[in-house]
């Protein structure tokens, strides 16, 4: 059993943290911190949790005495608190951006904020978990993938790793449900704003999409550039990514079908489906798992994936917990096998 403590305990983030570790039969929550509702019963805040008894407190980082934080905050926080953590032997899993980077111009242009500092950096673990490279004994510090780079990645991974498309080619096409603005106020998450309305946002200047390029460019081994748009739509969880790339040989839709599911045969939360069988948002929803659907034109030698996940889930908090499971040699599957709620 160890003891986590989890920092921005008032987000959407915290809130499915603590509803997957509490079935997490190794973990232990000893502290959630927030500055804003220091000593408030957690249920004032979140009536849904009436059964827990835990307070907000208030974060010293001398003064913790556990074995991993999660960093459920927004950017730019973590970055200064995780150092000292992590010199104290407390291991760091950072669901935000700080450490997701590892070229500081790029943090600057895209954030807005000075990054890490680039010794920082190099220590991070970026783990897309069912293709990381975590080591039990030695990573201290892990950078959780953001909710689009990880949609979009899980789907393209096969793809670039094959060698069998245009490198220049890669086209994504995302939609998000509102949560992932988190629970502050903003004009465009009113409901007045949102609710029967479909938008494109932050074309060109999306912060994952430096994130879902530097992924692939490192696995590629390769400079590469994507064209990313990501949209917002009126639901509350969800997104769903639609990649569109040329391939570079002849290659049909069973072939291709056979090389994802070749790939993620042992990768207990990627289902890929039949062909002909693409996939919803709903169909993921409350779940860690990432649903892939293929569909090769043979004429045009073009591919379209659809990739769907919970970005609650699977694009933030659970993917977190299952690089938990990484770090500490559990089964993968620990705390993690909720069936995904439906309708």
Same mark, same amino acid.
């Given at each position: 059993?160890?003891?986590?403590?989890?920092?921005?305990?008032?987000?959407?983030?915290?809130?499915?943290?603590?509803?997957?570790?509490?079935?997490?039969?190794?973990?232990? &929550?000893?502290? +959630? @911190?927030?500055?804003?509702?220091? %000593?408030?019963?957690?249920?004032?805040?979140?009536?849904?949790?009436?059964?827990?008894?835990?307070?907000?407190?208030?974060?010293?980082?001398?003064?913790?005495?556990?074995?991993?934080? @999660?960093?459920?905050?927004?950017?730019?926080?973590?970055?200064?608190?995780?150092?000292?953590?992590?010199?104290?032997?407390?291991?760091?899993?950072?669901?935000?951006?700080?450490? $997701?980077?590892?070229? $500081?111009?790029?943090?600057?242009?895209?954030?807005?904020? *000075?990054?890490?500092?680039?010794?920082?950096?190099?220590?991070?673990?970026?783990?897309?978990?069912?293709?990381? /490279?975590?080591?039990?004994?030695?990573?201290?510090?892990?950078?959780?993938?953001?909710?689009?780079?990880? #949609?979009?990645?899980?789907?393209?991974?096969?793809?670039?790793?094959?060698? +069998?498309?245009?490198?220049?080619?890669?086209?994504?096409?995302?939609?998000?449900?509102? *949560?992932?603005?988190?629970?502050?106020?903003?004009?465009?998450?009113?409901?007045?704003?949102? /609710?029967? /309305?479909?938008?494109?946002?932050? &074309?060109?200047?999306?912060?994952?999409?430096?994130?879902?390029?530097?992924?692939?460019?490192?696995?590629?081994?390769?400079?590469?550039?994507?064209? =990313?748009?990501?949209?917002?739509?009126?639901?509350?969880?969800?997104?769903?990514?639609?990649?569109?790339?040329?391939? !570079?040989?002849?290659?049909?839709?069973?072939?291709?079908? #056979? &090389?994802?599911?070749?790939?993620?045969? %042992?990768?207990? =939360?990627?289902? &890929?489906? %039949?062909?002909? /069988?693409?996939?919803?948002?709903?169909?993921?929803?409350?779940?860690?798992?990432? %649903?892939?659907?293929?569909?090769?034109?043979?004429?045009?030698?073009?591919?379209?994936?659809?990739?769907?996940?919970?970005?609650?889930?699977?694009? #933030?908090?659970?993917?977190?917990?299952? !690089?938990?499971?990484?770090?500490?040699?559990?089964?993968?599957?620990?705390?993690?096998?909720?069936?995904?709620?439906?309708?």
């Amino acid at each position: 059993m160890i003891d986590v403590g989890i920092v921005g305990g008032s987000g959407y983030g915290a809130i499915e943290l603590i509803r997957l570790l509490t079935h997490h039969q190794y973990v232990n &929550i000893k502290y +959630i @911190f927030s500055h804003s509702k220091i %000593d408030e019963p957690i249920k004032e805040t979140f009536p849904h949790l009436s059964h827990l008894t835990h307070q907000y407190e208030a974060l010293n980082s001398e003064q913790i005495d556990c074995d991993v934080v @999660f960093f459920a905050t927004p950017s730019n926080i973590s970055k200064g608190l995780a150092p000292s953590l992590i010199e104290r032997n407390i291991k760091v899993i950072d669901l935000s951006g700080d450490f $997701r980077l590892g070229d $500081r111009s790029v943090y600057k242009q895209f954030y807005g904020e *000075s990054a890490a500092p680039q010794e920082q950096l190099e220590k991070a673990n970026y783990s897309i978990a069912e293709w990381s /490279n975590i080591e039990q004994n030695h990573t201290q510090l892990v950078a959780n993938p953001g909710c689009f780079p990880t #949609a979009t990645l899980l789907a393209i991974h096969p793809l670039v790793d094959q060698q +069998i498309i245009n490198n220049d080619s890669i086209i994504i096409d995302a939609k998000t449900g509102v *949560s992932g603005a988190g629970r502050s106020l903003a004009q465009h998450v009113h409901y007045s704003e949102m /609710n029967e /309305n479909f938008s494109a946002y932050a &074309i060109g200047k999306h912060k994952h999409k430096p994130e879902i390029e530097q992924y692939i460019s490192k696995l590629a081994n390769e400079n590469i550039k994507v064209v =990313f748009t990501p949209h917002l739509v009126p639901m509350t969880r969800g997104i769903l990514s639609t990649i569109y790339v040329k391939l !570079n040989q002849h290659v049909t839709n069973e072939g291709l079908h #056979a &090389i994802f599911t070749e790939y993620y045969d %042992d990768k207990p =939360f990627v289902r &890929i489906r %039949d062909l002909g /069988n693409y996939p919803k948002t709903k169909e993921v929803y409350g779940s860690n798992f990432c %649903d892939i659907g293929i569909y090769v034109d043979e004429e045009s030698q073009s591919a379209i994936i659809v990739s769907v996940i919970d970005n609650l889930v699977k694009g #933030a908090s659970g993917q977190a917990i299952q !690089n938990l499971n990484l770090m500490y040699g559990w089964n993968e599957n620990t705390g993690l096998t909720q069936t995904p709620v439906y309708p």
